[in-house]
């Protein structure tokens, strides 16, 4: 059936013909096999049955695979090798580093995340750190795409505050230095609600020493207000001295334009650069 041999200083325990080899205790049975093809089932006699077969645990509730570290300071990699030297020997890795409790995932090339019964790609991360969802090629830090039919919403990137009180906010902000201590500077965009109907406006504004200031809203009825969160009109500017600026080129003239929607008649108000005069 099998012998235990000493084979040139290595002591072999080898099963004749193609027969298998277990380890167990009378007590509670076989823990280990191997099989006539060398693959390894723990806790499992047909290790074959699996895809990867090579080593195969079966492991009840809250059981599985442990990798102890033996000091505090100490690193421990799961490697993929693509051969014995350089870094052929550890081209994919999961490490985790005991001494800052820190869990890395490496790859020398593109990391892919899938899900569902067809594997489908989710998200990738490229060689460069470009991150792509939706796109397996992203050209840049953070690209998502979504493809839908034209004239339909979409919607790629849901921001949301959880929180329903008036004026209660969700953005994105624009940084724009380094910041001093816990300060920084930059522009932002929220969108922001009234609290009572749940109606969302959305507003622009700089961030200074970490204060957002609003300059200008468009509202949920899509009046525009500049210097004022209340517009009452599509377009509402209010300052101390307010200005509305229309510039031309030298000598040229500029236009306020007062059509109907209908048939684009109406009036206008027109400034002749030439002869410096209404």
């Known amino acids: 059936v099998g012998e235990l041999k000493n084979a040139s200083g290595v002591m072999n325990l080898e099963a004749t013909t193609s027969r298998q080899i277990s380890f167990g205790n ?3 049975g076989e823990h280990v096999r191997i099989d006539a093809t060398g693959n390894v089932g723990i806790g499992t006699t ?3 049955d699996y895809y990867c077969k090579n080593l195969v645990v079966s492991a009840p509730n809250e059981g599985g695979i442990t990798i102890a570290a033996t000091q505090n300071q100490a690193a421990n990699y799961l490697l993929f090798a693509d051969g014995t030297s350089g870094d052929a020997q550890y081209r994919g890795q999961i490490v985790y580093s005991h001494s800052s409790d820190n869990l890395d995932l490496v790859s020398t090339g593109t990391m892919t995340f899938k899900s569902g019964s067809s594997r489908t790609e989710r998200m990738r991360i490229d060689a460069s750190g470009n991150v792509g969802i939706g796109t397996n090629a992203p050209e840049f830090k953070l690209q998502v795409e979504n493809t839908v039919a034209a004239g339909s919403d979409n ?4 921001v949301r505050n959880t ?10 902000a624009f940084r724009m230095n380094n910041n001093t201590g816990s300060n920084w500077d ?3 965009i929220q969108a922001t609600n009234d609290g009572v109907t749940g109606a969302g406006h959305l507003t622009f504004g700089s961030v200074e020493d970490n204060t957002y200031t609003e300059h200008v809203r468009i509202q949920v009825d ?3 207000g500049i210097g004022t969160n209340s517009p009452t009109s599509l377009l509402h500017i209010d300052d101390t001295t307010p200005t509305f600026h229309v ?3 030298a000598n040229q003239s500029s236009f306020i334009r007062m059509p109907e929607l209908t048939n684009n008649e109406g009036g206008f108000i027109h400034y002749d650069g030439g002869a410096n005069g209404f």
Do not use: C, E, Q
Not at 163 to 172: K, L, M, P, V, Y
């Open 26 to 28: 009378a007590t509670n």
């Open 46 to 48: 047909s290790p074959t």
């Open 155 to 158: 919607f790629i990137l849901n």
């Open 163 to 172: 929180t329903h009180a008036a004026d209660s906010r969700a953005g994105i």
């Open 186 to 188: 930059g522009a932002g």
């Open 222 to 224: 899509g009046n525009v």
């Open 247 to 249: 510039s031309a080129a």
